[in-house]
């Protein structure tokens, strides 16, 4: 199985600032099967990145995702306040598909 | 539009068992893979399960092996989770979830694109 570190646990950061979260595999994982998303309380979580960098549909252009083989990042250029959230990532290379444990993005 | 809508959530006893469903709508069902993942109140998302497009091939997490069966009825757009043997640490909010490809693990397969609102099971005496 592999397993998914996410780092910080959680992020203290004013709006308008710089967002940067690690997610580092245990063994390498295609660019292609690597995933992030966003999740507000009480919601489902929402598809942000696939494919290590590639946006989903209609995610805004602060979101970019990053990295390859065991180390992978997803960087917010400018934190807008509907950005605070938990944000996991998943690898879908091979069965079982894992998530991270979840990185939280607090306001400061 | 997607949308897919779980219901069948509920407290239940340990031992007992459940079965979720997912209506799906607004795409062509039997085209695409779909998982079950779920999340322990207030912790992170773990997947359950995963069925492909044409339901010949099935996954489930080690921690559901045996207990759980992931199904789809193409006539019904419908996909389901059978829990059997149910234990307090199934306890969850459930969630559906669409992807973009037919195969749901592995290569060819993809993230997850589309979710439900999710149901709640709670397995408790």
């Known amino acids: 199985e592999i397993v998914l570190t996410q780092s910080p646990g959680t992020l203290s950061l004013s709006p308008g600032e710089r967002a940067t979260l690690s997610c580092r595999a245990s063994q390498s994982v295609s660019s292609s099967y690597l995933a992030w998303y966003q999740q507000k309380p009480g919601q489902a979580p929402r598809l942000l990145i696939y494919?290590?960098?590639s946006r989903a549909t209609g995610i805004p252009d602060r979101f970019s995702g990053s990295g390859s083989g065991t180390d992978f990042t997803l960087t917010i250029s400018r934190l807008e306040p509907q950005d605070f959230a938990v944000y996991y990532c998943q690898q879908y290379d091979t069965s079982p598909v894992t998530f991270g444990q979840g990185t939280k993005v607090e306001i400061k | 539009e997607v949308q897919l809508l779980e219901s069948g959530g509920g407290l239940v006893q340990p031992g007992g068992s459940l079965r979720l469903s997912c209506a799906a709508s607004?795409?062509?069902?039997?085209?695409?893979?779909m998982s079950w993942v779920r999340q322990a109140p207030g912790k992170g998302l773990e997947w359950v399960s995963g069925i492909s497009g044409s339901g010949s091939s099935t996954h489930h997490a080690d921690s559901v092996k045996g207990r759980f069966t992931i199904s789809r009825d193409t006539s019904k757009n419908t996909l389901y989770l059978q829990m059997n043997s149910l234990r307090a640490e199934d306890t969850a909010i459930y969630y559906c979830?669409?992807?973009?490809?037919?195969?749901?693990?592995?290569?060819?397969?993809?993230?997850?694109?589309?979710w439900g609102q999710g149901t709640l099971v709670t397995v408790s005496s």
């Open positions: 607004g795409f062509t069902f039997s085209s695409y893979a």
């Open positions: 494919g290590a960098s």
């Open positions: 979830a669409k992807l973009k490809s037919s195969v749901a693990v592995g290569r060819d397969s993809s993230a997850y694109y589309d």
